[in-house]
């Protein structure tokens, strides 16, 4: 090739093999001091970046430009109809060459992927996320308390173990992100589980809880059961009843309200019948009611309802370290601008 020609930088309108398009964009963007709409329009399309240049001035640009993951070809200005191709100088361009078939001319350039290609990055930060909802409910049953500074470091670890696995882009982000969201809930679900369950077993074997004599809470409730299966079937009688045995917030049945009448027939009435018709013991009481009242009640609404302002707050901190962590990445170097 004469050293004296001059050629043209032009885009061949492919990424590189492990680029991500977004971050191209971007980088282009600064790299030719552009608004990132008008690199975005660039990036995919053939482009000549330069015209009229040198040999190293053009192989200057082409290097600069390939750095970032753009396909560049160095075309010498001999005339339109009479335009050769310089293919790009690198390890991946010359192994492409030597693989092609004889007359085959030379491989076709990759089309843009989010990098890696294949899906083998999850498997790190899938397996710090697992590691940490363990790490949150040994930590919540162990000193019966959650910290939510945990929460943002399984994002922080998450996006780390996506960027060791090569992987980055805004896709990526999305997965870690998603992938923090089910650490955090599993890790206080399998917590709040644990102590529901240890609830149940505590009210199946205890006398007292929490201040509350279980034995006189029993004999009220047998009362109440008998009380309320003598009951007239009118409204007038249920909603003296309700005021009367403390169903309702108001002393005067006149008060009572509509809503405390649907919520004691949905959720009392079952229960007094119950006990109305069978006189459990206070074993039998303690076991089947309470125990298992508290088994039956949602670990997934008891979780919600443990939420704070302060969890939440921790909660999106840990989410948006993990996207932005693995969707910016590493940058393979600092551009320099032509």
Not at 109 to 136: N, R
Not at 225 to 249: I, M, N, T, V, W
Not at 284 to 303: A, C, G, H, P, Q
Request: proline content about 4%; some cysteine; glycine content about 6%.
């Amino acid at each position: 090739m004469n050293e004296s020609a001059t050629y043209s930088v032009v885009l061949s309108g492919n990424l590189k093999s492990g680029f991500e398009l977004d971050w191209v964009i971007d980088s282009f963007a600064r790299l030719i001091k552009v608004p990132p709409e008008k690199a975005s329009r660039i990036i995919g399309t053939e482009f000549v970046v330069k015209r009229d240049v040198e040999l190293q001035e053009a192989r200057t640009y082409q290097e600069k430009l390939s750095g970032i993951g753009v396909e560049v070809l160095l075309k010498r200005d001999c005339g339109v109809e009479e335009l050769a191709l310089e293919p790009v100088h690198s390890a991946d361009s010359s192994a492409d060459a030597q693989s092609a078939p004889d007359g085959a001319g030379a491989a076709a350039p990759a089309a843009p992927a989010v990098q890696p290609s294949s899906a083998k990055w999850m498997i790190a930060p899938l397996v710090v996320a697992v590691l940490g909802a363990l790490l949150w409910y040994v930590v919540a049953v162990r000193l019966d308390y959650e910290f939510g500074a945990i929460a943002w470091l399984i994002g922080a670890a998450v996006g780390v173990a996506a960027l060791l696995s090569g992987a980055r882009g805004s896709a990526i982000g999305v997965a870690c992100a998603l992938f923090v969201v089910a650490s955090i809930c599993g890790g206080k679900y399998l917590a709040v589980a644990s102590q529901q369950s240890e609830l149940a077993e505590l009210l199946s074997n205890s006398t007292e809880y929490d201040g509350i004599v279980l034995q006189e809470f029993y004999q009220e409730e047998l009362i109440d059961a008998g009380e309320f299966a003598e009951l007239p079937g009118d409204d007038a009688s249920l909603r003296r009843f309700l005021a009367a045995r403390d169903y309702s917030e108001s002393l005067d049945a006149a008060q009572v309200t509509d809503e405390e009448v649907e919520q004691f027939l949905e959720y009392s009435a079952p229960r007094l019948r119950d006990i109305a018709l069978n006189r459990p013991s206070f074993e039998e009481w303690r076991e089947y009611n309470l125990s298992d009242t508290i088994k039956e009640l949602s670990t997934f609404d008891l979780m919600i309802d443990s939420l704070g302002w302060i969890d939440m707050l921790f909660f999106l901190f840990g989410v948006a370290t993990a996207y932005r962590l693995a969707s910016q990445g590493k940058r393979s170097a600092p551009s320099r601008r032509i």
